[in-house]
């Protein structure tokens, strides 16, 4: 992957446009910037709990330059609705507009569910007083916080906290995990792990949206996993799990 210069920068989706000197603006505090990114997007699955009732809204991912016009148009009357990514995008793309390393991380959260490992979205940046990478969750408002019961720092996660899909990969193929503890729902098992898995990898490549967004469309037999593909996953999976705790 990408050393921490390349991440420093931004890509197509994270590139501010004519916002970038609002985004200098703010202060490299996270807790500040998770509540700025808050005030920007609202969770579509979330809506009922901030009682938002609009059936219609939309999951789409959007590049943040589009995303803060849309904002523009929106705030103060309402936020405008989008998925864990779009959280995890925006602030990556401040972070970058200070400079700051960071890069959007796809795998699963242990922290929403009854469900082991949930599909989930984060932003992973360079510490460099700490010679470390960060996992943060701009999702996590108070709202969620006291909801969830969560008692720790999401704009530090723990270990155990959230693993990227690599991770998540390693563990199921290592057998310390089954692989239907990992999905989005109700929709889990090893061809998921595997969605993920590739998501993650093409957003190390500054590519946050893919083809692989399509999961939901996936045949059967798209979903089975051959000798050749399992090789494959398992190359990329030691590609990509090394960087985050």
């Keep these: 992957m ?58 789409e991912t959007l590049p943040v330059a589009e995303r803060m016009e849309l904002a523009k148009r929106m705030l103060p009357a309402k936020k405008s609705p989008g998925t864990c990514r779009d959280f995890a995008l925006l602030l990556c793309s401040i972070l970058r507009q200070h400079s700051v390393p960071a ?54 996660l723990p270990p155990g906290k959230f693993f990227n899909a690599g991770q998540a990969w390693s563990m199921w193929r290592t057998g310390k995990a089954e692989a239907t503890a990992f999905g989005h729902g109700d929709v889990r098992g090893p061809w998921f792990l595997r969605v993920n898995l590739m998501r993650d990898q093409l957003a190390l490549w500054k590519c946050e949206i893919s083809d692989w967004d399509a999961w939901r469309a996936l045949s059967a037999e798209d979903k089975v996993l051959s000798t050749e593909i399992l090789a494959e996953c398992d190359r990329i999976a030691a590609q990509t799990k090394g960087d985050s705790r």
């Design 2 to 59: 990408g050393g921490l210069t390349y991440y420093a920068t931004h890509g197509p989706l994270t590139e501010p446009s004519e916002h970038a000197g609002d985004f200098g603006k703010l202060p490299m505090d996270l807790h500040v910037l998770c509540q700025f990114v808050q005030g920007i997007v609202l969770h579509a699955d979330w809506a009922g709990a901030y009682g938002v009732t609009d059936a219609g809204l939309n999951r």
């Design 103 to 156: 890069r959007v991380r796809c795998g699963f959260a242990t922290y929403f569910t009854s469900n082991p490992f949930e599909d989930h979205w984060v932003c992973e940046y360079w510490n460099e007083e700490a010679r470390r990478w960060v996992l943060a969750d701009a999702q996590i408002d108070e709202l969620q916080r006291k909801h969830l019961g969560i008692d720790f720092d999401t704009t530090d």
